[in-house]
């Protein structure tokens, strides 16, 4: 039990389902602009069953969903891979979003919030779609944000869902001040760039959210050192202010698998590995652990000093407890003082070691 309270979902396939789907496929040449023949069949399979579970275990998790591609027939290629939303579809792109939300709460399932796209610039994964700045601030700003605004749909609109590179994507939409009324904040993910990305777009919007939506970290061998990836990830983007932290993904098995071809990610590792009846927990569980057992959601990050050999991060939960996350990137052990409102602790820390502190 290590208190998850964020998770991610794919809106139709990503490139960790085992084929591509919609929820309105059709066969080449035809269209569906009234989205008559939308449905959740295939999510009924698998994720909408596993989410039920998952909420019945705990009903406060928030979920977030995200697309990789519109359908195809929305699609100026006509192609699962690549592409981008024609123009003459967004309102009906809009209106697929709604009655995603909408089938999704009738299957007791609230979806907390969207994004417009993962990763916008990315072409070469199956699924996937471009969406650019511009096209993504029409979208919002002319249809999606009024779309759900006259349906009474509360789901948050979040923008971006890409690299730490390209903070200018989200500053741009955010500037616009019709469309950033609809918008809740900006995801990221930390494939490229640097995860200050999120510091800079805060600094421009401080009242809009950021988020780091996804990062993969995979586990080579069982030895391989906690703090490097705790560092750079988890500390890092609460430092720079992000709201939660999602690792992609949450389980797969020994052979990476479910994935697509021709553009699936073939070495995603789960959270969890799971083969048959036997589970084993892999770097990412642990990262993420040594935060989500001990910061809950509401929790609020508080000021410490800086250290290149021990990152470190700190928050005070709703209980009033402060927590503390450090961990050493250095090559060797780190003796260090931990000084709260007079009292003082010297902890000792191994080298690739993270340890969370609670008082």
Partial sequence: DIDISYLRVSIGSSDLNDHTFSYDDLPPGKTDPTLKHFNLAEDKKDVIPALKEILAIDPSIKILGSPWSAPVWMKTNHNIQGGMLERKYYPVYAKYFVKYIRAMKKNGITIDAVTIQNEPFNNGNTPSMQIFAKQELDFVKNYLGP?????????????????????????????????????????????????????????????????????????????????????????????????????????????????????????????????????????????????????????????????????????????????????NVSDSTQKFNIIYKGEEVQPELGKGEVATFVW
């Avoid at 869902?161 to 990221?188: Q, V």
């Avoid at 950021?210 to 988890?234: C, D, H, N, Q």
């Avoid at 697509?260 to 070495?267: D, E, L, Q, R």
């Fill in 147 to 327: 779309a759900f605004q006259a349906q009474g749909i509360r789901t948050k609109i979040i923008i971006y869902d890409h690299n730490c590179d390209a903070p200018e994507y989200p500053i741009s939409i955010l500037t616009d001040t019709e469309a950033r009324k609809y918008i809740d904040g900006s995801a990221f993910h930390l494939y490229a760039g640097n995860i200050s990305g999120l510091t800079k777009v805060h600094h421009a919007f401080p009242r809009k959210n950021v988020y780091l939506t996804e990062m993969m970290a995979v586990s080579f061998g069982k030895t391989f050192p906690l703090a490097l990836p705790e560092s750079k990830i988890v500390i890092g983007a609460m430092r720079n202010w992000s709201k939660n932290v999602i690792l992609w993904n949450l389980t797969a098995n020994s052979h990476f698998e479910p994935h697509t071809n021709n553009g699936g990610c073939s070495m995603c590792q789960g959270a969890i590995t799971i083969d048959k009846n036997q589970v084993s927990r892999n770097i990412a569980y642990y990262m993420i652990a040594h935060a989500s057992k001990f910061v809950p959601p509401h929790s609020v990050r508080i000021g410490t000093n800086t250290n290149d050999s021990l990152s470190n991060v700190a928050f005070r939960t709703p209980t009033g407890k402060i927590v503390l996350l450090v961990a």
